[in-house]
């Protein structure tokens, strides 16, 4: 079992900046990929960013490269997500993920979830 908790949403104007965190605890952390979703209301969830058990292999939505960074720290068990140049669109519920599979890229392949944290990109 792996318990993720995310933090760090809110409210920010077009081209702003945040940066979520998730807090994981359970099994090894470090033998997960641990990823980021986020789904808006109506819309499927979609892949946001991965990060391989060690933090080298890297992987990105298309619709969030080059404005989005995805970082870990095995030591603390915690991964962050930095959005910048913030759109409209990015508004969602952005999840927390951990998969045993890697890479892993598509929802099916996580096994656990965090509960959520809200962003809303609005002037």
């Known amino acids: 079992q792996v318990q993720l908790v995310e933090s760090g949403g809110g409210l920010e104007q077009p081209g702003g900046s945040l940066r979520l965190s998730c807090a994981a605890s359970?099994?090894?952390?470090?033998?997960?990929?641990l990823g980021w979703f986020r789904q808006a209301p109506t819309q499927e969830r979609e892949f946001v960013a991965s990060s391989g058990g060690k933090g080298d292999t890297i992987y990105y939505g298309d619709s969030v490269k080059g404005r989005f960074t995805i970082s870990r720290d095995n030591t603390n068990d915690t991964v962050w997500l930095q959005m910048n140049s913030l759109r409209p669109e990015d508004t969602a519920s952005y999840y927390c993920?951990?998969?045993?599979?890697?890479?892993?890229?598509?929802?099916?392949?996580?096994?656990?979830w965090g509960q959520g944290t809200q962003v809303t990109v609005s002037s």
């Open positions: 993920a951990a998969s045993p599979h890697y890479p892993a890229t598509f929802s099916a392949q996580y096994y656990y």
């Open positions: 359970g099994h090894t952390v470090s033998h997960y990929t």
